[in-house]
């Protein structure tokens, strides 16, 4: 499968942006959300099941950010509020075909977007 993750831009502080990430054909996976900032590892945003119906997220997020897919259109979508300067990084989706298992073992992995939040 062939992801492209897109909706990045300049954001201030307190902001809302909405990123979301196409698969090619039928999208039948575990999806995620990484993030890395500049001199930084990689980090695990948010996952969600292939139904949409489980969803898993770090806690630096928890509650200011959520996941979401649209089967239909082959289509995750990672809605971010409440912004802050250190949710700067290019964002990646990811996918996988089990649920459990490592936060950071997926099969195929995407382009990025990236998003900077200014103070």
């Known amino acids: 499968v062939q992801l492209q993750a897109f909706g990045g831009g300049l954001v201030q502080a307190g902001d809302s942006l909405r990123l979301s990430c196409a698969a090619s054909?039928?999208?039948?996976?575990?999806m995620g959300w990484f993030r890395q900032a500049p001199g930084k590892e990689r980090e695990f945003v948010a996952r969600i099941s292939r139904s949409g119906a489980w969803t898993y997220y770090s806690e630096s997020v928890k509650g200011r950010f959520t996941i979401s897919r649209d089967n239909a259109r082959n289509t995750v979508y990672l809605q971010m509020n409440s912004l802050k300067p250190e949710d700067t990084a290019v964002y990646l989706c990811?996918?996988?075909?089990?649920?459990?298992?490592?936060?950071?073992?997926?099969?195929?992995w995407g382009q990025g977007t990236e998003v900077t939040v200014s103070s």
């Open positions: 054909g039928r999208n039948s996976y575990v």
């Open positions: 990811a996918a996988r075909l089990g649920w459990s298992g490592d936060d950071y073992e997926y099969d195929y």
